[in-house]
């Protein structure tokens, strides 16, 4: 099977006006691409037989907020899903919901709220599609307690590269529902996805804010909390060193019962939810990044992180309720908040590791990067549990997601950087996410997933996908040659 580059006759015909830049959502990597948007599954095919007309690869592609390279397809053609936002069938009833794969997280809670319901699983993005979020089968803060959005899909319709749709479920197709959910696209387009919702009673969430003075501190209050919270999420002030190495803030959160909210009716209107388009009530918040440049640096996330850390440590533990929107999708709060990292972006190193090596590999992981002076600007935490998807990140265990700045003076020394910390996890016994990754090297994939494992992926794919129709660039980088 081969993974190279499409061949340049097969560009040389197509049209000049279909060339794009396009970029991984941290901007630190960008690929040219012949790009399609179709806006039904015939114009999917379309695409697909144009691909195979001229010998090209088709690398899928839903809002792109795939940190890295995962959606990007250089030299080929790029298929964006993102118009096809179709709700195909709701229940509101039952709270199954099926729609075409450029359904956006923020589409689908506007769509079903009212009706007292809410996505199981949801990312720090309300951007990303149905079908993007199915392709990398992401988790949220609840994922040791509700697993990935894969265990909450009842079916999916996936068009193999042959140009045939089939249905997969747990029962119908097994094998395939659990390898092209979690396959990263390269096994075929979802072109329609069904979906069990999760039934909430308020439109508001109750959240308890707990400062944690350590990473031992931040596990603690993680593990007493893993019983009864709903979500759990751990900020790490990852400028913080020595003996304060890790400390920072948990949020535990817990959906309110049916009746606690007496205005229910009106909190679950999606009026009730949406982020505010100001700050203060001044300064438009599309500007903010903007304010946000001259502090990303670590001087400034220095002090930033000192302040969020001190004053919520001086007020100590409390509650309060919020939105759904307002909890989950604070990353939403500013527009375009990655243009702050400057004209090099940023990547994301997620590191999951099985809980009983977590506390230390963590440790070793912030040290080490102190040491270096590669330091990450934004740290997170979170708790996990085992799935049964092929190429899942899923375990029983942790993950740590850091943030690091790219510039161009800094890169090489930030990839062999990642590439040390991946050593460390490996060892650990730890896996990565290719949603997050850009530095993982195809050496470092034996590492992580067993052997047994890939070559039951890669001989599915050479099944369904002969002639390597579904490429990425992440598929060349981490597979190149298997
Ligand atoms: C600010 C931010 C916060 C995030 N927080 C989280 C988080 O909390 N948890 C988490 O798990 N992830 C998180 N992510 C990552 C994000 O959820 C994933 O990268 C997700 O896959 C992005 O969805 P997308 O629609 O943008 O897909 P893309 O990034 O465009 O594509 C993702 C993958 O799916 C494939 N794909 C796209 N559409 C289809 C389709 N129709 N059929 C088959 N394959 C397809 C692509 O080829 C690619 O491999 C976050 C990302 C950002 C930017």
Same mark, same amino acid.
């Given at each position: 099977?081969?993974?190279?580059?499409?061949?340049?006759?097969?560009?040389?015909?197509?049209?000049?006006?279909?060339?794009?830049? *396009?970029?991984?959502?941290?901007?630190?990597?960008?690929?040219?691409?012949?790009?399609? #948007?179709?806006?039904?599954?015939?114009?999917?095919?379309?695409?697909?037989?144009?691909?195979?007309?001229?010998?090209?690869?088709?690398?899928?592609?839903?809002?792109?907020?795939?940190?890295?390279?995962?959606?990007?397809?250089?030299?080929?053609?790029?298929?964006?899903?993102?118009?096809?936002?179709? *709700?195909?069938?709701?229940?509101?009833?039952?709270?199954?919901?099926?729609?075409?794969?450029?359904?956006?997280?923020?589409?689908?809670?506007?769509? *079903?709220?009212?009706?007292?319901?809410?996505?199981?699983?949801?990312?720090?993005?309300?951007?990303?599609?149905?079908?993007?979020?199915?392709?990398?089968?992401?988790?949220?803060?609840?994922?040791?307690?509700?697993?990935?959005?894969?265990?909450?899909?009842?079916?999916?319709?996936?068009?193999?590269?042959?140009?045939?749709?089939?249905?997969?479920?747990?029962?119908?197709?097994?094998?395939?529902?659990?390898?092209?959910?979690?396959?990263?696209?390269?096994?075929?387009?979802?072109?329609?996805?069904?979906?069990?919702?999760?039934?909430?009673?308020?439109?508001?969430?109750?959240?308890?804010?707990?400062?944690?003075?350590?990473?031992?501190?931040?596990?603690?209050?993680?593990?007493?909390?893993?019983?009864?919270?709903?979500?759990?999420?751990?900020?790490?002030?990852?400028?913080?060193?020595?003996?304060?190495?890790?400390?920072?803030?948990?949020?535990?959160?817990?959906?309110?019962?049916?009746?606690?909210?007496?205005?229910?009716?009106?909190?679950?209107?999606?009026?009730?939810?949406?982020?505010?388009?100001?700050?203060?009530?001044?300064?438009?918040?599309?500007?903010?990044?903007?304010?946000?440049?001259?502090?990303?640096?670590?001087?400034?996330?220095?002090?930033?992180?000192?302040?969020?850390?001190?004053?919520?440590?001086?007020?100590?533990?409390?509650?309060?309720?919020?939105?759904?929107?307002?909890?989950?999708?604070?990353?939403?709060?500013?527009?375009?908040?990655?243009?702050?990292?400057?004209?090099?972006?940023?990547?994301?190193?997620?590191?999951?590791?099985?809980?009983?090596?977590?506390?230390?590999?963590?440790?070793?992981?912030?040290?080490?990067?102190?040491?270096?002076? =590669?330091?990450?600007?934004?740290?997170?935490?979170?708790?996990?549990?085992?799935?049964?998807?092929?190429?899942?990140?899923?375990?029983?265990?942790?993950?740590?997601?850091?943030?690091?700045?790219?510039?161009?003076?800094?890169?090489?020394?930030?990839?062999?950087?990642?590439?040390?910390?991946?050593? *460390? =996890?490996?060892?650990?016994?730890?896996?990565?996410?290719?949603?997050?990754?850009?530095?993982?090297?195809?050496?470092?994939?034996?590492?992580?997933?067993?052997?047994?494992?890939?070559?039951?992926?890669?001989?599915?794919?050479?099944?369904?996908?002969?002639?390597?129709?579904?490429?990425?660039?992440?598929? #060349?980088?981490?597979?190149?040659?298997?």
């Amino acid at each position: 099977m081969s993974v190279g580059r499409s061949p340049t006759a097969g560009i040389a015909s197509l049209p000049m006006d279909r060339l794009e830049r *396009v970029w991984a959502w941290g901007r630190a990597d960008s690929a040219m691409s012949w790009v399609w #948007r179709p806006t039904t599954v015939d114009g999917v095919r379309d695409v697909l037989a144009l691909a195979a007309s001229r010998g090209l690869g088709v690398g899928l592609r839903g809002a792109g907020c795939s940190y890295g390279d995962a959606s990007l397809n250089a030299e080929g053609i790029s298929l964006d899903l993102s118009r096809m936002t179709r *709700v195909l069938d709701w229940d509101p009833a039952t709270g199954v919901i099926r729609g075409e794969p450029g359904v956006t997280m923020r589409q689908l809670w506007q769509y *079903v709220l009212e009706d007292g319901w809410w996505p199981p699983v949801v990312t720090g993005t309300m951007a990303i599609t149905l079908g993007g979020a199915a392709g990398m089968n992401v988790h949220g803060k609840n994922a040791w307690k509700l697993g990935p959005i894969g265990d909450h899909l009842r079916s999916v319709d996936l068009l193999l590269a042959s140009g045939e749709v089939v249905r997969c479920s747990r029962d119908e197709r097994p094998d395939l529902f659990h390898a092209a959910i979690g396959g990263f696209g390269m096994l075929g387009c979802f072109t329609s996805l069904e979906l069990q919702l999760e039934r909430v009673h308020s439109g508001l969430i109750e959240i308890e804010a707990i400062p944690a003075r350590g990473v031992r501190e931040m596990f603690e209050v993680f593990e007493e909390r893993l019983a009864t919270a709903d979500y759990l999420v751990g900020w790490v002030d990852t400028l913080a060193r020595d003996h304060r190495l890790g400390r920072g803030l948990v949020h535990a959160a817990h959906h309110l019962p049916a009746g606690a909210d007496r205005r229910a009716a009106q909190t679950l209107r999606p009026e009730h939810q949406e982020l505010p388009s100001t700050l203060f009530g001044v300064v438009p918040k599309s500007l903010m990044w903007r304010f946000m440049r001259p502090l990303t640096n670590h001087a400034g996330v220095r002090l930033v992180n000192a302040a969020k850390y001190h004053l919520s440590a001086r007020q100590g533990r409390f509650r309060y309720r919020q939105s759904h929107v307002g909890f989950h999708f604070l990353l939403d709060y500013v527009p375009d908040w990655k243009r702050a990292y400057g004209p090099g972006g940023l990547i994301q190193f997620q590191a999951f590791v099985p809980a009983a090596a977590a506390q230390a590999t963590y440790t070793e992981l912030l040290d080490r990067s102190h040491r270096a002076g =590669v330091v990450p600007y934004l740290g997170v935490l979170k708790r996990h549990r085992p799935d049964p998807f092929w190429m899942t990140h899923g375990l029983d265990g942790w993950s740590l997601a850091m943030d690091f700045r790219v510039t161009r003076t800094t890169r090489g020394a930030l990839w062999r950087h990642c590439s040390e910390l991946a050593r *460390v =996890v490996t060892a650990a016994g730890g896996r990565f996410y290719y949603a997050k990754d850009s530095t993982l090297a195809p050496d470092e994939l034996g590492g992580y997933f067993d052997e047994e494992r890939v070559r039951r992926f890669l001989a599915l794919k050479r099944r369904l996908d002969p002639d390597t129709r579904w490429q990425t660039n992440l598929w #060349r980088r981490v597979f190149g040659g298997r």
